[in-house]
């Protein structure tokens, strides 16, 4: 069993930045990792994912360059830096892990959830 808890949340104005982190605990041993969110009525859409070496990464569109995905193993912690934010990226932010060594987009792929926590960006 993973456990994933984030933190980081909160609110920020447009333009502003936020760390995200991730938790994890239980069997941590090679999970590929990844940040989605989620906004009231709209499907769960991938923000990035990460190797278990950390070595390679992949980012969904909506990052554009702005969402920085990072690791730290010995910490057992997941990162999402956020620079540039726009009322749009206005959503809970969920951690997730998987038991395969592909970086996947589609939600579905993933083993474990944490709870979220919120990002709102004012205008």
């Known amino acids: 069993q993973v456990q994933l808890a984030e933190s980081g949340g909160g609110l920020v104005q447009s333009g502003g930045s936020l760390r995200l982190s991730c938790a994890v605990s239980?069997?941590?041993?090679?999970?590929?990792m990844g940040w989605f969110r989620q906004s009231p009525g709209e499907e769960r859409e991938f923000v990035a994912g990460?190797?278990?070496?950390?070595?390679?990464?992949n980012y969904g569109s909506l990052a554009e360059g702005r969402f920085t995905i990072s690791r730290d193993n010995n910490r057992k912690m997941m990162y999402l830096q956020m620079v540039s934010l726009r009322p749009e990226d206005t959503a809970v932010y969920y951690c997730?892990?998987?038991?395969?060594?592909?970086?996947?987009?589609?939600?579905?792929?993933?083993?474990?959830w944490g709870q979220g926590t919120q990002v709102t960006v004012s205008s």
């Open positions: 990460i190797s278990w070496s950390g070595d390679v990464s």
């Open positions: 239980g069997r941590t041993s090679l999970l590929t």
């Open positions: 997730a892990c998987s038991r395969s060594s592909a970086i996947s987009s589609d939600h579905h792929d993933y083993d474990y």
